[in-house]
C-alpha cells in the first residue's frame, strides 16, 4: 500500500514522497512523487532509503534518564510520566531561581514540520522562556537576498527546465537538492540548456557542469563584480531594464569601472578567461537562471556576497525573461499563520531572544551573549543536536501550488522596496533584527568583494569548507548504515601540491588546527580544489574521530553581518602531519 507524505527534512525541496507501507509498523521503498511538478518522482538516495533510519535499532524509543553524573553516556529507561514531571519540576527549580527567561528551548530542524518543530515555541512565549533567534542555517543567504529585491522570493524554481543558461551557485545541489538538478539537466536535454557551476571544490554538481568556476572561498562577491563590469563593458547591460526596475544602475557602473576581471582574478584565484567566458554566456543568454544556494553565504561576508551574485541578475535583465532570473527560497510565498502552533497571541516581545549560532557562548556565560540577562540554567533541546551541530503534511494526495504568477515571481510589478526598484545599494540597517551582527561593521554600500573573511596567512596557511556530505544531510543520515558506508570516514580533501609540501600522502593522517580547536583526520588527495583550500565533507558524529571533536570545533561562532549567523564555511587552519 502506498502512502502520500513529504520528506521532514532540512532541505529546500519538501519532496513530495509516495510511501510504501509492509505493515502497520513497516515501512519499505520511499519514492518521489511523480505527480507533483517540483518532486517530479525524483527524490535523493538518503530518503529512497528511509527505512534504514525510522527503523534503525538505535532509535530513541521511550525516555531515557542519564546514570550519575551527565556526560557519561550511560542511560536507563524511565517512564513518560517520569520523565514529564522530573522535567518539570527542574524547570520550575530553575525559574524561581533565576526567573523564566533561565530556561531556553532551543530547536532546529532536524524533523520539520509546523507542528513537530515549531510547536515549542507555544511552551516558550506562554512561559516567557528566552527566545531563539535561528541563525545557524540562512540568516546571511536571506538577507542578502532581501538587500536587493525586498522579500524573500524568487522565481518558479521549476522555470529552470525552461533556461537556456542555469548558473548553480554555490550549492552542491546533486549533493543536497537533487530536485534543482532534475529541472537543470531538462533543460539541457529538452532546450541545449548549459549549466554553470561556481563553487569553492570540484563536486558532484561541479562534475555535470559545461562550465565550473572555481573560486576561493568567501570571494564570490568579487567574481560577481567582474562579471557585471563585463556586462556594462560589453553591451550587455539591460538599460532600459535597470532604468525602469533598480535604485541606481549608474553608480553601480561607475562603481564596477575597478572592478576589472584581472582586479576579480586576484581575489578568486577564477582566471580572467573564464571570467570573461561566463559573463559572455550571461550576457548572450536571456534565459540565464541563477540558482543561489546557502554554501557561499557561510562567510563572514556572506550577505554581501548574495547581495553582488543576485545584483548580476539585475544587470543583465533575466528577471524579465521567462525561464530567467534568480532564485534562492521561496519563504515570502506562503502565508501560514502560525499563532495556534506557537501561541504567538501570547508572545511578549519585551522577553528575551538568544542567538541559536551563539550557544556555546551563553551556556558559558558571556554576559554579551546572554543580553545582560540571568544565566542558562536548564535547556530544553528539540530536533537539533548542538553537540555535533513531521510535518502536518501527512496523507496529502494533492498539492497546493502556492508559486505566485509569472510576473509577480518575476518583480515585473516592481520589486517589494518602496520604491519598486531593485537595491543595488542596499539599507543594510533596515534588516531585522537588528543588534545580533557584529559591532561596528561597515557593509558595501554597493556590490563588493567585503574583506572580512578568514584570510590565510603564514600560521594559518589554509582556508577549511566545511561542506555537506552526499549521504548525509547536516548530521542526520549519519548513523544510517548505507550513508556512512558510503561516506566512509571524515577525510579532509587537500591540493596534491599542498600534500606533497606537507609530505603528506593519501590516507595519512593529519592534524588541522586553529586557535579554536584540532582535529585529527585522513588527507585525501584531490585536485579540484585551488591550492590553500581544504575540503572536509559532512558533520560525522564527534566519535568517528580520533580525538573525539568532529570538524565544528575549528569553526567560528562570531556573529556575521548584518543581522547575524554562521560562518561554517570561513575558517583559517594550520595543517600537520601526525
Ligand atoms: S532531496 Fe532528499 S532530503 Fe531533500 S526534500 Fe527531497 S527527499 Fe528530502
Keep these: 500500500m502506498i502512502h502520500y507524505s513529504a520528506c521532514p527534512h532540512d532541505c529546500p525541496s519538501t519532496c513530495a514522497l509516495e510511501v510504501e507501507k509492509l505493515d502497520d509498523y513497516t515501512i519499505g521503498q520511499v519514492r518521489g512523487a511523480a505527480a507533483n511538478s517540483y518532486t517530479a518522482g525524483v527524490v535523493c538516495g538518503k530518503v529512497a532509503r528511509y527505512h534504514e533510519r525510522v527503523h534503525h535499532p538505535d532509535r530513541l524509543t521511550q525516555p531515557l534518564k542519564a546514570r550519575n553524573s551527565k556526560g557519561n ?18 524547570f520550575l527549580r530553575a525559574e524561581q531561581a533565576h526567573g523564566p527567561e533561565t530556561i531556553w528551548p532551543y530547536y532546529y530542524a532536524g524533523t520539520m514540520g509546523l507542528v513537530m518543530r515549531d510547536g515549542i515555541n507555544r511552551l516558550a512565549h506562554v512561559k516567557r522562556y528566552s527566545g531563539m533567534y535561528s541563525t545557524i542555517c540562512v540568516t546571511p543567504a536571506w538577507n542578502g537576498f532581501i538587500a536587493g529585491t ?17 548558473i548553480i551557485w554555490g550549492t552542491n545541489a546533486a549533493s543536497t537538492q537533487i530536485n534543482a538538478i532534475t529541472h537543470a539537466l531538462k533543460a539541457r536535454h529538452e532546450r541545449g540548456a548549459r549549466i554553470v557551476s561556481v563553487d569553492t571544490y570540484r563536486n558532484a554538481t561541479a562534475k555535470q557542469a559545461d562550465l565550473f568556476v572555481c573560486v576561493r572561498p568567501g570571494t564570490d562577491g568579487a567574481l560577481a563584480c567582474a562579471l557585471m563590469h563585463l556586462l556594462f563593458r560589453d553591451g550587455h547591460a539591460d538599460r532600459d531594464y535597470l532604468a525602469q526596475y533598480t535604485d541606481c544602475p549608474e553608480a553601480l557602473e561607475a562603481h564596477l569601472a575597478t572592478r576589472t576581471p584581472a582586479w576579480a582574478s586576484a581575489i578568486t584565484g577564477v582566471p580572467v578567461d573564464v571570467i570573461e567566458q561566463l559573463a559572455t554566456m550571461v550576457g548572450t543568454t536571456p534565459r540565464t537562471f541563477f540558482r543561489l544556494g546557502y554554501g557561499f553565504t557561510r562567510q563572514r561576508n556572506g550577505a554581501a556576497n548574495m547581495h553582488a551574485a543576485l545584483s548580476v541578475a539585475a544587470v543583465a535583465g533575466a528577471w524579465r525573461h521567462q525561464g530567467g532570473g534568480a532564485f534562492s527560497s521561496n519563504h515570502a510565498i506562503y502565508h501560514w499563520d502560525k499563532t495556534l502552533i506557537e501561541g504567538l497571541d501570547a508572545l511578549d516581545p519585551g522577553v528575551r531572544v538568544l542567538d541559536q ?9 558571556d554576559p554579551q551573549a546572554l543580553g545582560d540577562g540571568p544565566p542558562v540554567t536548564a535547556l530544553l533541546i528539540q530536533n537539533t543536536n548542538p553537540m555535533s551541530v513531521a510535518p ?42 537588528q543588534g545580533f551582527g557584529p559591532a561596528d561593521s561597515m557593509m558595501p554600500s554597493l556590490p563588493d568583494h567585503w574583506p572580512v573573511i578568514e584570510e590565510a596567512d603564514t600560521q594559518l596557511p589554509y582556508r577549511l569548507v566545511t561542506a555537506p556530505a552526499h549521504h548525509f544531510l547536516n548530521s542526520t543520515f549519519n ?62 558524529p564527534n ?24 560562518a561554517f564555511h570561513d575558517n583559517r587552519i594550520w595543517i600537520r602531519p601526525v
Excluded at 525586498?150 to 537556456?164: C, I, K, Y
Excluded at 549560532?357 to 556565560?365: E, F, P, Q, T
Excluded at 609530505?503 to 580544489?529: K, P, S
Design 73 to 90: 553516556s550511560k542511560f536507563e529507561p524511565i517512564t513518560w510520566d517520569d520523565a514529564l514531571d522530573e522535567v518539570a519540576e527542574n
Design 150 to 166: 525586498g522579500r524573500l522570493a524568487g522565481v518558479d524554481p521549476r522555470e529552470m527546465a525552461q533556461s537556456d543558461l542555469v
Design 357 to 365: 549560532s551563539r550557544i556555546g557562548a551563553v551556556l558559558a556565560g
Design 392 to 433: 502536518d503534511l501527512n496523507q496529502v494526495e494533492h498539492w497546493i501550488d502556492c508559486q505566485p504568477e509569472f510576473r509577480k515571481a518575476h518583480y515585473l510589478n516592481g520589486f517589494a522596496h518602496a520604491t519598486g526598484r531593485f537595491h543595488f545599494s542596499p539599507d543594510w540597517d533596515a534588516l531585522t533584527p
Design 479 to 540: 548513523q544510517s548504515p548505507t550513508s556512512s558506508r558510503r561516506e566512509r570516514s571524515p577525510s579532509a580533501m587537500l591540493h596534491p601540491e599542498d600534500a606533497r609540501k606537507l609530505e603528506v600522502a593519501d590516507g595519512d593522517e593529519i592534524h588541522l588546527g586553529n586557535e579554536r580547536g584540532q582535529v585529527t583526520i585522513q588527507a585525501q588527495l584531490f585536485d579540484g580544489v585551488q591550492r590553500g583550500v581544504v575540503i572536509v565533507e559532512g558533520i560525522w
Design 543 to 566: 566519535y568517528a574521530f580520533a580525538d573525539g571533536k568532529g570538524i565544528n570545533a575549528l569553526t567560528g561562532a562570531d556573529p556575521v553581518a548584518p543581522v547575524g549567523g554562521a
